[in-house]
């Protein structure tokens, strides 16, 4: 399995951006592709999730009602939909992905893709 995470960039607060993860390769019917960030000096954390089976969503608490994860099974694409951008949105965003049981923690994801930039500015 191969993801190519895309669309990060440089915006000012308040703004909004829409990262895409697109996965080659196996395809999973369980399991799901999670989103997570870090920012420099800090721990990697999860961002997001959903889920292949039943497309059931996770976020953490500061991003609720900010961001929405979805995914176009087409186009074997999940997106992330980020908007009210905030300066601590600023990090390394990742989508990593499993055909296991997923979650918030990083270690349960197989698959990571290599990561594209988001820089917020106040």
């Known amino acids: 399995v191969q993801l190519q995470a895309s669309g990060g960039g440089l915006v000012q607060a308040g703004a909004c951006l829409r990262l895409s993860c697109v996965a080659s390769g196996r395809t999973f019917s369980s399991g799901g592709m999670g989103w997570f960030r870090q920012a420099p000096g800090k721990e990697r954390e999860f961002v997001a999730a959903i889920s292949w089976s039943d497309g059931r969503t996770y976020y953490r608490d500061s991003v609720k009602g900010r961001f929405t994860v979805s995914r176009d099974d087409a186009k074997n694409t999940v997106y992330l939909q980020m908007t009210s951008l905030k300066p601590e949105d600023t990090a390394v965003y990742y989508c990593?992905?499993?055909?296991?049981?997923?979650?918030?923690?990083?270690?349960?994801?197989?698959?990571w893709g290599l990561g594209t930039q988001v820089t917020v500015s106040s």
């Open positions: 990593a992905t499993t055909g296991r049981s997923f979650g918030s923690v990083a270690s349960l994801y197989d698959y």
